[in-house]
């Protein structure tokens, strides 16, 4: 029986709180030292012959450029869009892009920076929203799907009437979906609460004086879901060990 549609139009928020403009050499965890906290690989080549498609709402003008500022602080490869590695799309997989909006775009540029950063043998296809709508977001959702082995989503709203409405559009065979759990503590927001998705919260890493890993702790305001009603975990995500 298919899911019921979903009553009205929906909007996404992205879960960035923080506001462009450094002007100093960046602090905080280098991509190098989360490389050995997790024990990824550390080669050049990780991720090789494989693609993560980012999906974000709004134009990122400087994406591209500003990906290469990251990669030559961080020494890693360079991707471009002239080296096959870096590509960018509207939801539809043309390239007249929506309007800029600098918050969004700042999400942007977190989330292909790091993807890079994580796996920088891997290609990375950015698929702009129109606009946060659902209606849209979920069109690009759809096209990353069709060209990525991973996709990733820093974005969500609040969990809503007839949301599993739009569950299928997380359920493409051989991709795997990311989502952020969101910064607002339990309840879980959506997508982050679909049984599709891998639901990704935030950490924080401690480092004793010589800058060994000492522990980890969860963000308290990450968003979580102990619903008894939610339908189980699809067998592929029970081997990561991540509770929504």
């Not at 450094?22 to 965890?29: H, I, K, L, S």
């Not at 989503?153 to 969101?182: I, L, P, Q």
């Not at 935030?202 to 939610?230: I, R, V």
């Amino acid at each position: 029986m298919a899911n019921p549609p979903a009553p009205h139009e929906h909007y996404a928020n992205h879960p960035i709180r923080v506001r462009p403009g450094a002007t100093a050499a960046p602090a905080g965890v280098a991509p190098a030292t989360l490389q050995v906290a997790y024990n990824f690989p550390t080669g050049i080549t990780a991720g090789y012959g494989t693609t993560i498609a980012i999906v974000d709402a709004y134009n990122d003008p400087s994406a591209e450029s500003d990906l290469g500022v990251f990669s030559t602080q961080f020494k890693l490869p360079t991707c471009t869009t002239a080296n096959g590695c870096f590509t960018k799309v509207n939801q539809n997989g043309g390239t007249k892009y929506p309007r800029p909006d600098s918050g969004w775009a700042l999400e942007i540029s977190l989330d292909i920076q790091w993807a890079h950063a994580i796996a920088p043998g891997a290609k990375i296809l950015l698929v702009e929203a129109a606009s946060n709508s659902f209606t849209n977001l979920m069109a690009a959702e759809d096209y990353a799907s069709t060209h990525a082995q991973y996709v990733s989503n820093s974005w969500g709203s609040s969990e809503f009437s007839g949301e599993s409405a739009y569950d299928t559009h997380f359920n493409r065979g051989g991709v795997s979906y990311f989502v952020s759990s969101g910064d607002n503590g339990a309840p879980a927001g959506y997508p982050s609460a679909s049984p599709n998705v891998i639901s990704v919260g935030g950490t924080t890493l401690h480092f004793d004086s010589s800058g060994a890993l000492t522990s980890e702790t969860g963000w308290s305001s990450s968003g979580a879901d102990a619903a008894p009603t939610k339908p189980p975990t699809p067998p592929r995500q029970t081997s990561a060990n991540t509770p929504r």
